[in-house]
């Protein structure tokens, strides 16, 4: 049945469609209490979330979410910064990426054989870019799947004395097999590289991808959507600030005020809620995961008998800082 021509369009997510992306992504929205339903199966390439009227999820490839969100048609879209650079030229124009989400790392790197011991960086490349040339009277070949990353990168370190072999295989086996002398490929730890007798270059690492939560700056942000997108980050941003935050308690023997202050100054940690009523002397903070026990260390100094530590499932916030940023670039 065809929907109502009054009918608001959906807030459209597009997150991976199968593999380990797509468990990370599903993982991801449930611990923010936004789960992913797939009406008819694993496949049915439309959903929706689950207590999240006005949304719909699009179950896509990693390429075809970032060229639907270039084309406007998913306000957001999980993906690649790799993709998101590779694909769309003038990307920081039409996309925003609103926040890294902490799977799906890799970085793109330039790599050479390991015999060529004279390069060790993209300096060292150059020259034997141009020697190359000049010896054998054809460019060099770096085999890759990421031209226009390559290209750009290149020109930024002067190498211009070479030719891109588009990969569609195993790209770290074309050297090996006389397809190129190098190439520009994806890696988490360089132990295939390795394994096929490449090193990186030590200045060769052209970007630190993972996945992030894109925004599409030419989709239709309607009133509707609007409202959809400013509920969905606002659960995003909470179970960010759980995850990464930690609540610290402790009860003191005098006022609670200037250890507050002092924490604050020191470790980064911000008072839980407003003053205490139990003479001033319940100190409870929220405090990044990496400053707790130099904080509890802290507080047991400044007289407290036990500190307690807990973790947080949601920390929802009046100032929704994904929300504004996004506002910001799509305007108000």
Do not use: C
């Amino acid at each position: 049945m065809n929907a109502p021509q009054n009918a608001e369009a959906p807030l459209v997510v597009a997150v991976p469609s199968k593999g380990r992306l797509q468990e990370n992504a599903a993982a991801f929205f449930a611990s923010a209490g936004l789960e992913f339903v797939q009406g008819r199966g694993a496949r049915d390439y439309r959903g929706a979330i689950a207590g999240l009227p006005g949304a719909e999820v699009a179950f896509l490839s990693a390429s075809e979410i970032v060229g639907q969100l270039a084309a406007g048609g998913a306000h957001f879209g999980v993906t690649g910064e790799d993709l998101v650079r590779e694909q769309v030229a003038d990307a920081d124009k039409r996309l925003l990426l609103l926040a890294p989400l902490g799977f799906g790392r890799a970085n793109v790197v330039v790599a050479a054989p390991q015999a060529w011991i004279d390069v060790r960086n993209m300096a060292d490349l150059e020259d034997v870019a141009a020697s190359f040339h000049i010896r054998r009277g054809q460019r060099m070949r770096v085999a890759t799947k990421y031209v226009n990353l390559t290209r750009r990168f290149f020109a930024d370190h002067g190498v211009g004395d070479y030719r891109i072999v588009e990969s569609l295989g195993a790209t770290e086996g074309a050297p090996a097999a006389g397809g190129a002398e190098l190439i520009v490929d994806i890696t988490t730890t360089g132990a295939t590289l390795a394994a096929n007798g490449l090193k990186i270059l030590d200045n060769g690492v052209i970007l630190r991808s993972q996945a992030n939560l894109v925004a599409s700056l030419g989709a239709n942000w309607s009133p509707a959507v609007r409202q959809t997108a400013r509920a969905l980050l606002m659960r995003i941003a909470a179970a960010e600030e759980a995850r990464q935050s930690r609540e610290v308690r402790a009860r003191l023997p005098g006022s609670a005020q200037g250890i507050v202050e002092s924490a604050g100054t020191m470790f980064g940690a911000r008072p839980a809620f407003g003053e205490d009523a139990d003479a001033h002397r319940l100190v409870v903070l929220h405090a990044p995961r990496s400053k707790v026990a130099e904080l509890a260390d802290w507080l047991l100094a400044q007289g407290a008998d036990r500190v307690s530590v807990s973790a947080l499932e949601h920390v929802f916030s009046a100032k929704n800082a994904l929300y504004e940023a996004l506002e910001a670039a799509i305007g108000p």
